[in-house]
């Protein structure tokens, strides 16, 4: 039975510690501060639900018992300073003089403390690796150990991250709040950055032993689910979930029995989740419906529905797909951008087109420890019938991965285009 209350009492702080550690942060001016109050709030629960029962509305007395927590601080804090009469009609304000105005207090809307907490957790004052640790402690309910194993990373390197980020927040001052105006648009970025960081390392994890880690493109997808409901109005916000929707719903098809990687034009579409689907180009569709022109994210998501709506690889609109990425490409010049329209361009116009537009990037220094390069380019020698080199190239990939499942999918393509070289000399 209790073990029963302890995996119920997980899961409600998985679900509601970011409403709480949002509205006590907008109490305190003090994210780290607000996470301490919302961790005692969880261990009174540890203590105390195992006895009288989970509460009909445990959010609700998460952030009943933590807000009690931030007003004994804030009493702290007018007693210090010596304000009693600013800090006094704050606290009044916040407790009220009866328990229905509390209670009322509780059933406020939480959006705009939520969004604050995104665009704080996401503040570019930090790293990006910082604000993906942050972002995922605070909003993705994540612990350290769950951070850490996610990214490959010690324990002890999150937790230092997660301590300097929190103390860098509070020594720059950063105000709890939702920015305005070109402010906005500015940190948005950087919000969705992080989220889309966060989901293409669940998608196609850059080390280890699995070729994808689900939990963390959920993680990415509850925090996009979230500012499209606070953030209705902003295009990229809708165009970065409608990416993750329609590649989130390939997940089942992108793994085979045993774990190995199964790549687009090999997936089974019938094991393609098409509830995801239908929400990713629902999600596109906003986007483009808010007008201007599609931003990175929603132009990623309208590539993505192109493999969405073919029925089999064989219907795909290639020609489309290169189109998109040559006008991502201007939106954001990136060898690796040219690198996605390469094979989009071999499969429109033929391998020898798009090894022509590859072998164009092959100086470029940000690509020379980028393995997808050497697997490319190995593909598309193995449809020219040029073994030899392609086997080259897919060893020469194998070794530049650090994810184990695609190390084992390289060398299988390396040896079986030696096989085929074998062959050919043979004949």
């Known amino acids: 039975?209790?073990?029963?209350?302890?995996?119920?009492?997980?899961?409600?702080?998985?679900?509601?510690?970011?409403?709480?550690?949002?509205?006590?942060?907008?109490?305190?001016?003090?994210?780290?501060?607000a996470e301490e109050m919302a961790q005692d709030a969880l261990v009174v629960a540890l203590e105390k639900w195992p006895e009288t029962g989970i509460p009909e509305n445990p959010g609700a007395w998460l952030m009943a018992t933590?807000?009690?927590?931030?007003?004994?601080?804030?009493?702290?804090?007018?007693?210090?300073?010596?304000?009693?009469?600013?800090?006094?009609?704050?606290?009044?304000?916040?407790?009220?003089?009866?328990?229905?105005?509390?209670?009322?207090?509780?059933?406020?809307?939480?959006?705009d403390e939520l969004l604050g907490l995104i665009f704080t957790a996401c503040h570019p004052v930090l790293s990006t690796e910082a604000r993906v640790a942050l972002t995922l402690r605070l909003l993705g309910g994540l612990t350290t150990d769950e951070i850490?194993?996610?990214?490959?990373?010690?324990?002890?390197?999150?937790?230092?991250?997660?301590?300097?980020?929190?103390?860098?927040?509070?020594?720059?001052?950063?105000?709890?709040?939702?920015?305005?105006?070109a402010g906005l648009a500015a940190r948005l970025e950087s919000v969705l950055e992080v989220v889309y960081l966060i989901f293409n390392e669940g998608y196609a994890a850059t080390a280890?032993?699995?070729?994808?880690?689900?939990?963390?493109?959920?993680?990415?997808?509850?925090?996009?689910?979230?500012?499209?409901?606070?953030?209705?109005?902003?295009?990229?916000?809708h165009g970065l979930v409608a990416l993750m929707e329609i590649q989130a719903s390939?997940?089942?098809?992108?793994?085979?029995?045993?774990?190995?990687?199964?790549?687009?034009?090999?997936?089974?579409?019938?094991?393609?989740?098409?509830?995801?689907?239908?929400?990713g180009l629902d999600a596109l569709a906003r986007a483009e419906s808010l007008g201007g022109a599609l931003g990175r994210y929603a132009l990623q998501a309208a590539i993505a529905a192109c493999h969405a709506r073919a029925r089999t690889a064989e219907e795909?609109?290639?020609?489309?797909?290169?189109?998109?990425?040559?006008?991502?490409?201007?939106?954001?010049?990136?060898?690796?951008?040219?690198?996605?329209?390469?094979?989009?361009?071999?499969?429109?116009?033929?391998?020898?087109?798009?090894?022509?537009?590859?072998?164009?990037?092959?100086?470029?220094?940000?690509?020379?420890?980028?393995?997808?390069?050497?697997?490319?380019?190995?593909?598309?020698?193995?449809?020219?019938?040029?073994?030899?080199?392609?086997r080259a190239e897919f060893a020469r990939a194998a070794e530049l991965t650090r994810n184990a499942r695609e190390r084992a999918l390289l060398r299988a393509r390396a040896a079986a285009c030696a096989e085929a070289a074998r062959q050919l000399d043979v004949n």
């Open 1 to 33: 039975m209790a073990a029963d209350v302890h995996r119920t009492i997980d899961a409600v702080w998985r679900i509601e510690s970011a409403k709480v550690i949002a509205g006590l942060a907008r109490m305190v001016r003090d994210v780290g501060v």
């Open 66 to 111: 933590a807000k009690n927590r931030a007003i004994d601080l804030l009493r702290h804090r007018q007693l210090v300073e010596r304000k009693h009469d600013e800090l006094g009609h704050e606290i009044e304000s916040l407790r009220g003089d009866t328990v229905p105005d509390i209670e009322a207090a509780l059933d406020d809307p939480v959006g």
């Open 148 to 181: 850490a194993r996610a990214f490959l990373t010690p324990e002890a390197t999150i937790a230092q991250r997660i301590v300097r980020a929190k103390r860098a927040l509070t020594e720059a001052h950063v105000p709890f709040e939702v920015p305005r105006g």
């Open 208 to 237: 280890g032993d699995d070729w994808m880690r689900p939990a963390l493109c959920e993680d990415a997808l509850r925090l996009g689910r979230i500012l499209a409901e606070l953030a209705p109005m902003e295009p990229e916000v």
């Open 250 to 279: 390939r997940s089942n098809a992108r793994v085979g029995t045993s774990g190995e990687p199964v790549l687009l034009l090999d997936q089974d579409r019938s094991r393609w989740n098409h509830v995801l689907v239908r929400r």
């Open 316 to 390: 795909t609109d290639w020609r489309r797909i290169a189109n998109l990425y040559a006008v991502l490409g201007q939106l954001m010049p990136s060898p690796v951008v040219e690198l996605n329209r390469a094979v989009a361009v071999s499969m429109q116009e033929g391998p020898a087109a798009g090894l022509a537009i590859v072998d164009s990037l092959r100086g470029e220094k940000s690509l020379a420890a980028y393995h997808l390069l050497p697997s490319v380019r190995g593909d598309l020698l193995e449809k020219l019938d040029r073994f030899d080199e392609a």
